[in-house]
């Protein structure tokens, strides 16, 4: 549940006041009780990723960035480089 910036337009009191989401904003100042309350636009709070990672690319290992440094497209391994021209072993039909 977030945490809500309210400003009363009668007596000039902040306040920050927790509550769910889908609840109505509050009218009642907490200060001097008048219906002038009205819930501030904030930049929100900073958001801070904590565990293990969230996609498989970031902070890939020291190990991943060697094993892509040798499967770069300029080495002599994978398809085609056997120096069969790309035939993929299959005979061909007419």
Known sequence: MPTYDYHCGACGHH?????SMSEQP???CPECGKLKLQRQIG???GVIFKGSGFYNTDYRS???QTDKAK????????PGA???SGSSGCAATE
């Not at 306040?15 to 509550?19: D, G, K, L, S, V």
């Not at 499967?71 to 994978?78: A, I, L, V, W």
């Open 82 to 84: 056997s120096g069969d």
């Open 15 to 19: 306040a920050e006041i927790f509550h």
């Open 62 to 64: 020291d190990s991943y």
């Open 26 to 28: 509050r009218k009642k």
């Open 71 to 78: 499967d770069t497209p300029g080495s002599s391994s994978g």
């Open 43 to 45: 930049m929100g709070g």
